[in-house]
Nanobody, 117 residues
Framework: QVLLVESGGGLAPAGGSLRLSCTAS????????MGWYRQAPGNQRELVAT???????DYADSVKGRFTISRDIAKNTVYLQMNNLKPEDTAVYYC???????????WGQGTQVTVSS
């Protein structure tokens, strides 16, 4: 059974930083593309960042230069370092795992990030 567990969310001031973690179990972690998505109230879930099995990364334009995604194979964990946070970054952040381009995402339970102005 695939399980993704996020942690690290919370409250931060504008301009502050948070680091999210997502630990995976039940999968061959190194073979999966991992991602972070977010969903604010009333909005659709949107892509924040992805990292492939070969560690290539991609970011939403809104977070480029501020957020960094990384993965630690030994710990089966993917991270999202978020710097220079803005109030519009407030959302529930979800971790995802995907084996290939034609497979579906597996989701974590989400972690709340709130940025105060």
């Amino acid at each position: 059974q695939v399980l993704l567990v996020e942690s690290g969310g919370g409250l931060a001031p504008a301009g502050g930083s948070l680091r999210l973690s997502c630990t995976a179990s039940g999968i061959g972690f190194s073979m999966y593309a991992m991602g972070w998505y977010r969903q604010a109230p009333g909005n659709q879930r949107e892509l924040v960042a992805t990292i492939s099995s070969s560690r290539s990364t991609d970011y939403a334009d809104s977070v480029k230069g501020r957020f960094t995604i990384s993965r630690d194979i030994a710990k089966n964990t993917v991270y999202l370092q978020m710097n220079n946070l803005k109030p519009e970054d407030t959302a529930v952040y979800y971790c995802s795992a995907k084996l290939g381009p034609f497979s579906s995402n597996t989701w974590g339970q989400g972690t709340q990030v709130t940025v105060s102005s």
